[in-house]
């Protein structure tokens, strides 16, 4: 166990790959702090940490708020005295109605004859929209990183995963730029953040997933029908998507003994979804 007598706090512990991190973790050793605002995906997700023999510590917190990620981390503190590990998860995905309307229409555009136009898609997205997906996905992960840094660098130790998307290094989700914006920004923070931290023996890396396989996204696989789903896996060499435990095991890999420092790894399938 890899990760024996090391703290981990995971962010969005939601049914999918947060809460495959979180367990993943924990079957690796580590003891864990676990946050989301749903507290019935938090206390799912704590049921399954426990499941493994860890401590666990289910915080209900909104990492788009400074104030909440504060508190979050003392409570962290006061009752497991650090944090070690910090992955960085919590993300508004494009998951809404709208958004798979979106996505549907980008793939029938990169697959079928249709005549060549603007899609649409900034033009329509709101102020509100913007700024919530930025407060999520680009501010709770400096706040996150602020406050474990907190506790890192005096202990001179501490590895940092940021979950960013293949969505900020491609052109191609291009259905939602707003998410995209968000995640490049992840992902620029990364490296920035790694440069300076790793001389404190603080290893700050970022994983860039294409599409995984959460019981959401299936969802939609299977509301889409036969024909859409193989326009989509034009787009898939490997003509499936990736396994919670597959991206899981490259975060327990990074949390533990290695030699990188800001690096920004995508296993992909080749996808380009």
């Not at 703290?7 to 367990?23: E, F, K, N, R």
């Not at 401590?55 to 788009?64: F, G, I, K, Q, T």
């Not at 939609?220 to 003509?239: H, M, S, T, V």
Request: a negative charge; hydrophobic letters at 40%.
């Amino acid at each position: 166990m890899k990760l024996a007598n090391k703290v981990a706090l995971v962010t969005g512990v939601g049914p999918g790959l947060g809460q495959g991190i979180a367990v993943a973790l924990a079957r690796e050793g580590a003891d864990l702090v676990i946050c989301d605002i749903d507290v019935a995906s938090l206390a799912a997700a704590r049921e399954a940490v426990l499941a493994e023999g860890r401590r666990c510590l289910s915080v209900a917190c909104d990492v788009s708020s400074s104030h909440e990620v504060a508190a979050m981390f003392e409570e962290a503190r006061a009752t497991f005295g650090t944090i070690h590990i910090l992955v960085n998860n919590a993300a508004l995905t494009p998951n809404r109605p709208e958004d798979h309307a979106r996505r549907n229409r980008l793939y029938d555009y990169n697959n079928l004859p249709v005549p060549r136009d603007s899609l649409g898609f900034t033009r329509t997205i709101s102020d509100e929209e913007w700024h919530r997906c930025w407060g999520v996905n680009v501010h709770g992960t400096f706040y996150c990183t602020r406050e474990a840094l907190k506790l890192m660098e005096p202990q001179r130790e501490g590895r940092i995963i940021n979950i960013a998307s293949i969505a900020g290094i491609s052109a191609l989700s291009a259905h939602s730029p707003h998410y995209s914006a968000t995640k490049g920004a992840v992902v620029a923070f990364t490296r920035s953040v790694a440069h300076e931290v790793a001389g404190a023996n603080i290893f700050v890396n970022c994983v860039a997933p294409g599409g995984v396989a959460t019981p959401a996204f299936e969802t939609y696989l299977g509301r889409i029908g036969e024909e859409a789903r193989n326009r989509l896996w034009q787009g898939c060499p490997l003509g499936r998507l990736g396994t919670i435990d597959e991206y899981a095991s490259l975060v327990t890999y990074l949390a533990g003994d290695h030699y990188l420092v800001g690096q920004i790894i995508s296993p992909n399938g080749e996808a380009v979804i």
